[in-house]
């Protein structure tokens, strides 16, 4: 794929790399993900998990469809793109709902239940960048988020199925682990599209630091508020 692009979306794809490391050095580090790599994950932390993961599912399609409306005419393409991952990731909040009851947790108690300090975060920022006019950098936040569904969402699974009793209960991750490779095939793309120079590629680069920095966090808050 790299081959295909232009040299700034190559350039910029590398540095991307080198952000993604960062993130899963960082990721790693965050206590709830150092127990399910220990073996020492509960049931009660995978509901803890989904409970904290809800509400950036469900702000995901809408920090995208929020991208869609502030590109211009001139980025049609891209905004048809965005519009459609948008329709794709809207409902995905209820697989994870389904999870978490069957894994024991209340649908009224995840349905009822707030952002934590980093989901606020992670939010926030998610909602201004978007906003902003043709928000060619989110795909630095696509490259973070869709990475996290391709690269980790399966093995993490595998592990929570290993652990905990329940049946049935990682559908959301594994769903994303089979479906996250294309979001990723469009991202090359629409890097290919948008990232034509160096202050393109920096934004971008920025933004995957930066959300790469608050997910973690929003993960880090699970055990600061239990």
């Not at 206590?31 to 989904?50: E, H, M, Q, V, W």
């Not at 978490?100 to 349905?111: R, Y």
């Not at 606020?120 to 902003?132: D, F, V």
Request: with cysteine; glycine share 4%; hydrophobic share 40%.
């Amino acid at each position: 794929m790299e081959n295909t692009l232009n040299p700034h979306a190559q350039n910029c794809l590398q540095a991307l790399m080198r952000c993604w490391f960062d993130f899963e050095r960082r990721i790693q580090r965050v206590p709830i993900i150092t127990r399910l790599n220990a073996g020492k994950f509960s049931n009660d932390d995978y509901l803890a998990l989904l409970l904290n993961l809800r509400q950036q599912v469900i702000e995901g399609s809408r920090w995208i469809a929020r991208s869609a409306s502030s590109f211009d005419r001139n980025h049609a393409q891209v905004r048809s793109i965005a519009i459609g991952h948008a329709q794709d990731e809207h409902k995905d909040y209820l697989l994870l709902e389904k999870d978490f009851v069957n894994a024991g947790g209340n649908l009224t108690t995840i349905e009822q239940a707030p952002r934590n300090a980093g989901s606020e975060a992670l939010h926030a920022y998610l909602m201004y960048r978007a906003s902003q006019p043709n928000p060619i950098d989110m795909l630095g936040a696509m490259w973070i988020i869709e990475g996290l569904g391709q690269k980790m969402a399966s093995e993490w699974a595998e592990r929570i199925d290993a652990l905990i009793p329940a049946k049935y209960a990682t559908q959301f991750m594994r769903y994303h682990s089979e479906n996250d490779e294309t979001h990723m095939q469009e991202l090359y793309h629409l890097l290919d599209l948008t990232c034509t120079s160096t202050a393109a590629q920096t934004s971008i680069v920025k933004t995957a630091t930066v959300v790469g920095r608050l997910y973690a966090m929003q993960l880090e808050e699970i055990d600061s508020e239990n």
